[in-house]
């Protein structure tokens, strides 16, 4: 199920001019129409100057984030939830679970916005 979201998320209707906000919504539209929570706890992050950058990119509704323009890299990296969306660290202090014990997955595209489409750097099929 996870992937045939993924697949849903209509990329290509986001270019320049557009707000990050847009793919909290339809992420949050697509998760939510199947029966899933998203994670608020993590978010998509530019890649720039350092790997984890601004803007950050919310997987949910929100009110945040720039217009995007061309030359803007980014992670779209949502964590889709059977329970509810809170998440807890293991002892490892790496390892996130949900904390109901639900099962979770997460997908990530890399993006690219240029003058046209934009392009998924990640590898896809």
């Known amino acids: ?48 100057q350092y790997f984890h950058g601004l803007p950050e990119v919310y997987h949910y509704y929100n009110n945040m984030g720039p217009i995007l323009r061309p030359g803007m890299v980014f992670t779209i990296e949502p964590i889709l939830m059977e329970g509810k969306d809170a998440m807890r660290i293991l002892s490892d202090g790496w390892t ?8 979770a997955a997460q997908f990530e595209h890399t993006i ?3 003058d046209g489409e934009p392009e998924i750097l990640s590898p896809h099929r």
């Open 1 to 48: 199920m996870l992937l045939k979201i993924a697949h849903l998320m209509p990329y290509r209707n986001a270019g320049p001019g557009f707000h990050f906000l847009w793919w909290g919504k339809t992420i949050s539209k697509h998760a939510e129409a199947a029966g899933f929570s998203i994670c608020k706890e993590f978010i998509g992050h530019g890649i720039g």
């Open 96 to 103: 996130a679970v949900a904390a109901d014990s639900k099962r």
């Open 112 to 114: 690219v916005i240029t």
